[in-house]
T-cell receptor
Framework: AQSVTQLDSQVPVFEEAPVELRCNYSSSVSVYLFWYVQYPNQGLQLLLKYLSGSTLVESINGFEAEFNKSQTSFHLRKPSVHISDTAEYFCAVSDDTDKLIFGTGTRLQVFP | NAGVMQNPRHLVRRRGQEARLRCSPMKGHSHVYWYRQLPEEGLKFMVYLQKENIIDESGMPKERFSAEFPKEGPSILRIQQVVRGDSAAYFC?????????????FGAGSRLTVL
């Protein structure tokens, strides 16, 4: 069965600093990888996804993630964070089955 | 185009009562997924339904929990005889086809509190 590990439960960072949120998944023949963001008291919103092709994927708000098959990782990065990026970030994996498997989440807290 | 609609957003029940959570998928989506988020934890898959069929219920507790997605109307997650451990946020998601490479669209969630 697929599994996802998010190594950091909380990541505190100052505004305009770079950040990396780590995600590792269990190996499978083929996987699809996602990052979702959850703002307080809201549902999950898709941030970015890797399905195939280029291993570096980007979101419209400056986040990027790189699929590394040899490391079985899909770390999320942003070179300069804003206060508004404070949220919970979930990494998720699926194969060709019918469900997403989520990690336990990383709470990004951006301080002024 | 309304997104995935869940109601109620907040529900308070006493132990032993029943909780019914409703989910209307996005227009054109016929696949519905329910996830549960316990405090300080990630989302756990519960059940996947298509219209009138349960496709995968491997994440559903064996007792007290049931789900349906009738031909007409929203999907309903039903919890009978609730206990304090059922307190959680329950998220519904929908997709136009079976998941995998497809992106799920999530609702805002229903937060159940059991007193």
């Amino acid at each position: 069965a697929q599994s996802v590990t998010q190594l950091d439960s909380q990541v505190p960072v100052f505004e305009e600093a770079p950040v990396e949120l780590r995600c590792n998944y269990s190996s499978s023949v083929s996987v699809y990888l996602f990052w979702y963001v959850q703002y307080p008291n809201q549902g999950l919103q898709l941030l970015l996804k890797y399905l195939s092709g280029s291993t570096l994927v980007e979101s419209i708000n400056g986040f990027e993630a790189e699929f590394n098959k040899s490391q079985t990782s899909f770390h999320l990065r942003k070179p300069s964070v804003h206060i508004s990026d404070t949220a919970e970030y979930f990494c998720a994996v699926s194969d060709d089955t019918d469900k997403l498997i989520f990690g336990t989440g990383t709470r990004l807290q951006v301080f002024p | 185009n309304a997104g995935v609609m869940q109601n109620p957003r907040h529900l308070v029940r006493r132990r032993g009562q029943e909780a019914r959570l409703r989910c209307s998928p996005m227009k054109g989506h016929s696949h519905v997924y329910w996830y549960r988020q316990l405090p300080e934890e990630g989302l756990k898959f519960m059940v996947y339904l298509q219209k009138e069929n349960i496709i995968d219920e491997s994440g559903m507790p064996k007792e007290r929990f049931s789900a349906e997605f009738p031909k007409e109307g929203p999907s309903i997650l039903r919890i009978q005889q609730v206990v304090r451990g059922d307190s959680a946020a329950y998220f519904c998601a929908s997709s136009p086809v079976s998941s995998g490479a497809n992106v799920l669209t999530f609702g805002a969630g229903s937060r159940l509190t059991v007193l």
